[in-house]
């Protein structure tokens, strides 16, 4: 009799309890979870520092066209679109006097909505009247 329950007991030990594959698969489950958060996560970093970097492009070829502007003073309030990877892009122009006559600032924000009010960037640069010799 004792031969049976010796053989008995083998035979049901060789693999895991319902208990054991049940936590085994909780815990996989909850590591899935977290890897998938945090691939969410970066995801939208990069699609955040994409829009940052095309953002300051945008606003640095604005300022480099200002600087190339003969006219002074420099259009204040002056609005544009461009398209730039495949988006439209809305840019706003503020030129500030500073405490030099002959000197301005000159801010360009850059916005992917036209109407919304914080900017994905701001640039900033200074222009002075252009003497002739």
Not at 29 to 35: K, Q, R, T
Request: aromatic share 8%; hydrophobic share 45%; charged share 20%.
């Amino acid at each position: 009799m004792k031969n049976s329950s010796v053989k008995l007991s083998t035979k049901f030990s060789k693999g895991f309890t319902l208990i054991e594959v049940m936590l085994a698969m909780a815990i996989f489950a909850v590591a899935g979870i977290a890897l998938l958060s945090v691939a969410d996560n970066n995801f939208k970093n990069l699609s955040h520092l994409e829009n940052k970097v095309l953002a300051n492009w945008i606003a640095s070829n604005q300022l480099v066209e200002v600087t190339l502007d003969q006219t002074w003073p420099p259009k204040n309030n002056k609005t544009g679109m461009v398209e730039m990877a495949s988006r439209e892009w809305f840019w706003s122009q503020k030129v500030l006097k500073t405490g030099d006559k002959n000197m301005r600032s000159v801010v360009i924000e850059v916005r992917l909505v036209e109407d919304k009010k914080l900017a994905l960037t701001s640039v900033m640069t200074y222009v002075s009247k252009h003497t002739s010799k």
